[in-house]
């Protein structure tokens, strides 16, 4: 059995192969700044996408998405300005904040969901 940070690494690598796989281009996975971490930062279009993954066992306390709350969409936005600051990209005109879900236990993925625009 994996531990929780082995786990959580194996889902961001999961949901980085996913959008890969939907067309985005990723471009930074693990970004850091004073104000925390962005697990993904993908391109999907002329939209620069913030991607919040949480990766869970089982569902049996809920599904992963269940534990983005809104203090958490806060901190994403503000991450997403730092992200912004920190980096030119000319020609991206809008930004989004996406999250997945992922219910697996480290080599096999029971489910995945991918919810668009989950902070404005």
Known sequence: MVNKDELGR????????ALRNR????????WRCRSGEIDLIAVDGDC????EVKTRRTTQFGHPLESITPRKCA?????AGEWC??????????????AVGIVGD???????EHRIAVAS
């Open 106 to 112: 480290g080599t096999t993925v029971s489910s995945i």
């Open 48 to 51: 620069i996408v913030i991607v």
């Open 10 to 17: 194996w889902g961001e690598a999961v949901a980085a192969n």
């Open 75 to 79: 901190r994403l936005r503000i991450l």
């Open 85 to 98: 600051k920190s980096t030119s990209r000319p020609g991206v005109a809008r930004l989004r904040i996406d």
């Open 23 to 30: 067309g985005y281009t990723i471009l930074e996975q693990n």
